[in-house]
Structure formats: C-alpha cells, structure tokens
C-alpha cells in the first residue's frame, strides 16, 4: 500500500493536543494495515528524543519545532529535501508549523507535494488568518490544494468563515478520541471496583497545558465564590506544564480564597487513569483567544470514560466533547458566576453526579481513532496529483 505521511512540528516528546492526535491516529492506522508514517523535528537536542518505535515509522528532521520565521524556514528546508519521496504520496499536514513551512515552500516557487489533505484542529486556521504572510501566500495554496478534513463541526464552520476553502462544506470530520489503552484501563477499573480516595475531600481536576486559553484562573475564581461548607472540603488538582507566572496567579488566587490547590505537574500516561477516577469531577474553562480556540477537547472525553462528568465553557468546540445536561454542564463562556453555580449543583449532588458520569463512560467509548484514521488515509489515498 502507498505511503500515507503525516506532517507535525510537534510530537513526542512534546506533549499536547496535536502531538496526541498524530500519535494516536497513525498508531490507529497502522492497526488498521496502512503505511501510515510521521514526520516530524528532531527539537535541535533542546528535548530528549524517545527510541525509535518499531510500530510507526517516524522521521525527524532538522528543526527546532519553535514557530519563529527560523523555526519554519527550517522546516520547511526539511519538506524540500523530501520532495522526491512526497512526490506521488498523500501528505496530511496536521500542525499549524506543517501548514506554515508548506504555504512558505509554494510562495516561495519552490513547490509543494501534489497530493494533500489539509487537516485543521481550529487555532491554525486563526493563525493563518491573522497573521500577515501567511494571509497573502496560504489563499492561493489552498486553491490549489482543496481538500480538507477537521477534527470537528465547529472547525469546519471556522474553516468556512475563514474563506481558506473554496468548498468548506465538504471538509471531512475526524475527531479525538480516548486511547485504546487509557479505555482499556478505565473498564479494569471499573470492572474490579479499584478504591477511590475517600477521605471526604472534594477533588475538582484539570488536565491542560497551564496557560491563559484554558481557563485556570477563571476555574480558581469561580471555586473562591463556592459556598463554605464545599469550599473547606475542595481541592482544585492541576495537571499539566506550561506558563509558570500564569500558574503561580492561580496558586495565589486560590490561596487568599482559602481553595486547597494542588499543582500535580507532568503526570505519566499510567498514572494519569488513577487521577482522573480519583476526582469528583473534571472542569476546564477553555476560553477563546485572537489566535487559539478549543477545536474539541480531549481531556472531556478521557474524564467522561473514567465516568466523571464535565463542566466546561461553552467555548469552540467543547458541545462536540461534553453533551450539556448529559454529560455534563456547559455554561456561557466568562459566565463565572453561572460557572460557580454549576460547580456548586454537582458538588451537591451526587446522584447527578453519577448520572453524568454514566452517561459520559458511554458517549465516551463512541468516538474511535480507527474511524477517524480511516477517513484521512482513504481521503489521502484518494487524492489525485494536482
């Protein structure tokens, strides 16, 4: 079968969203029997690479994964030096640095591959946009190259409102979805009724990357308004790295509110299931910024399989993740007293609780990686040289 490339400035080490999705949809679609490979930056040593993995062929690249006009030029110099193997094989691009060194490389005259499927998570396409050369140079490329698949509806209507795609409409869907082992340990879990921390403490959990778009400090804000009796009972658990000043705002917020916070840093992928069965509920606030928005949410779904229900902003693409009053509670985006009062009707009640979270397991399992790296490798496999 022909090759199916999936280019990424980010992958691991790195962690984040779409390290994850690359990580998981080609795993999904090598399991699946296509020659799907990744690649990828070799981080200029600023990042411990991991071993090759025999499963899934990656290859790296000389370029730093930064998004300065260096960090591009250079993967884009990569991209050329490949030329001749993209030559006849479908490219996905699938970050918004693959996007930017393939739109540097046609303005350029240097060329593009001729087979591509664009793939868009939602903040690329704002930074696309928004930002003055890849505004002029990115139409023209994606008139020549006018096949697109989005990791959700939300993003295909962004995609439409972008006027990026001459038919956005026809935008493929494949969204996240939970790892098959993190599923896998989640029914373990529940299958052998693992303990829970019972120790009559109240454990609101985020996963996310510390910053801004996510919505820490909103969440600690909302916590401090929390009545007495479920303030004094509250831990607020953060899972993640990131922008440490952003962090150190939120630890001070919560420590003059009186709100136990917890900052659990970069948790291993075998422990992240124990903390995430281990808390009352799950809340991220993402909130949308000029250049960055919430295209989906994976996190939602990981919670919701460990069956904890969700609160969340009704921002971007989190109605796609969490089902409003069936999965868990969306309210108004900076909305912080309708935040409080969400977090306040499901830390008192945990029949609702445990309403939520049943139906959260199921809308969790629904979503597959195979489905959506069946879409993108037959959609790649399908184009023709342009």
Request: net charge positive; with cysteine.
């Amino acid at each position: 079968m022909q090759p199916v490339f999936f280019l990424t400035h980010e992958f691991a080490p790195f962690r984040g969203g779409v390290a994850t999705y690359v990580e998981q949809c080609v795993h999904a679609a090598r399991r699946l029997g296509y020659d799907a490979r990744v690649v990828t930056v070799d981080y200029r040593g600023r990042r411990e690479l991991p071993p090759p993995e025999q499963d899934m062929p990656v290859l790296r690249l000389p370029a730093s994964g930064r998004l300065s006009p260096a960090g591009i030029l250079a993967l884009a110099r990569g991209f050329f030096g490949l030329r001749k193997t993209f030559a006849d094989a479908p490219v996905v691009p699938i970050s918004v640095g693959a996007h930017l060194a393939l739109v540097l490389l046609a303005a350029s005259g240097a060329g593009s591959p001729r087979r591509v499927l664009n793939f868009f998570h939602g903040s690329d396409i704002l930074r696309l946009i928004r930002r003055p050369w890849p505004a002029w140079a990115a139409f023209p490329f994606y008139r020549r190259h006018p096949h697109f698949a989005v990791a959700s509806s939300y993003v295909r209507t962004l995609l439409a409102g972008s006027g990026l795609a001459p038919h956005p409409e026809t935008a493929l869907l494949a969204p996240c979805a939970c790892a098959p082992t993190l599923l896998q340990r989640a029914t373990d879990m529940a299958l052998a009724n693992a303990p829970v921390k019972n120790d009559g403490r109240l454990r609101v959990l985020t996963v996310a990357r510390i910053h801004p778009r996510k919505g820490q400090l909103e969440l600690a804000r909302a916590l401090a308004n929390l009545p007495e009796n479920l303030r004094r009972r509250l831990i607020y658990q953060l899972v993640g790295e990131g922008d440490d000043a952003y962090l150190r705002s939120v630890q001070t917020y919560c420590q003059g509110a009186g709100v136990a916070c917890e900052h659990l840093g970069a948790v291993a992928d075998d422990e992240l299931p124990a903390i995430y069965r281990a808390c009352t509920l799950f809340a991220m606030t993402s909130r949308s910024l000029p250049q960055s928005v919430e295209g989906f949410g994976i996190a939602y779904l990981e919670a919701a399989a460990f069956s904890r229900p969700v609160i969340a902003f009704r921002s971007g693409g989190t109605a796609e993740a969490v089902r409003d009053g069936e999965t868990g509670l969306l309210v108004a985006e900076n909305d912080l007293p309708a935040l409080t009062a969400a977090l306040t009707t499901l830390l008192s009640n945990e029949a609702l609780r445990a309403r939520l979270g049943a139906a959260g397991q199921a809308f969790a399992r629904t979503f597959s990686w195979e489905k959506s790296a069946r879409v993108l490798c037959d959609a790649a496999l399908a184009l023709t040289a342009s």
